[in-house]
């Protein structure tokens, strides 16, 4: 199993540019979030999804649209970027269940915005 | 709403030294609760886990004992090594009234660890 995976590893965007983040799974998990990561503050949730056709916000959602066509795929669309969402990009999945819910993270992208 | 609060960094130590790392949380009904770690340049691995009051997650010599009554759930290691140079973060995953997660975790700060020889 390849797990989680994101890319790109690395991207630069001028603002008001946009972009898809690409994130997939191959552990048949029902759940998957988008987080960002910025110094000093932990990770912050932005969407989730319970399963495909299901998404709802999270924390910090503003700027960001996703979708969930296929249980493996969770892409996270900045629609115009903004320098306040450079940051490292996080992309988790999970079970559904009691003692099932630890979260597998990809290796995260890590974009700038100048 | 939910909140993980964890001790300021950075930590560091030399290697064999005790390790603690305080977290507590703020939350509705029973959280699952769990350390992740992330290695420089890397994405964040589970360390360890426990689902219920008084459960004991452990792994790789680090422990963590879910504590309700003062909602903390502490990291310990008995003796640190350079290896453990790393990013330590407390999170929570709460559950509804039917016993549901949702895969949204909660993240404390995190806290950087620096171990040296």
């Known amino acids: 199993n390849a797990g989680v995976t994101q890319t790109p590893k690395f991207q630069v965007l001028k603002t008001g540019q946009s972009m898809t983040l690409q994130c997939a799974q191959d552990?048949?998990?029902?759940?998957m979030s988008w987080y960002r990561q910025d110094p000093g503050m932990g990770l912050r949730l932005i969407h989730y999804s319970v399963g495909a056709g299901i998404t709802d916000q999270g924390e910090v959602p503003n700027g960001y649209n996703v979708s969930r066509s296929t249980t493996e795929d969770f892409p996270l669309r900045l629609l115009s970027a903004a320098p306040s969402q450079t940051s490292v990009y996080f992309c988790a999945s999970s079970y559904h269940g009691t003692g099932r819910d630890e979260q597998y993270f990809g290796p995260g992208t890590r974009l700038t915005v100048t | 709403g939910n909140s993980v609060t964890q001790m300021e960094g950075p930590v560091t130590l030399s290697e064999e030294a005790f390790l603690t790392i305080n977290c507590t949380y703020t939350a509705t009904g029973y959280p699952s609760l769990f350390w992740y770690v992330q290695y420089p340049g890397e994405g964040l691995q589970l360390l360890l886990k426990?689902?219920?009051?008084?459960d004991k997650g452990s792994n790789k010599g680090f422990e963590a004992t879910y504590r309700k009554e003062t909602t903390s759930f502490h990291l310990e290691k008995g003796s640190v090594q350079v290896s453990d140079s790393a990013v330590y973060f407390c999170?929570?995953?709460?559950?509804?009234?039917?016993?549901?997660?949702?895969?949204?975790?909660?993240f404390g700060q995190g806290t950087i660890l620096t171990v040296h020889p």
């Open positions: 552990m048949n998990h029902e759940y």
């Open positions: 999170a929570l995953s709460p559950y509804n009234a039917g016993g549901t997660s949702y895969g949204k975790l909660t």
């Open positions: 426990a689902t219920k009051a008084d």
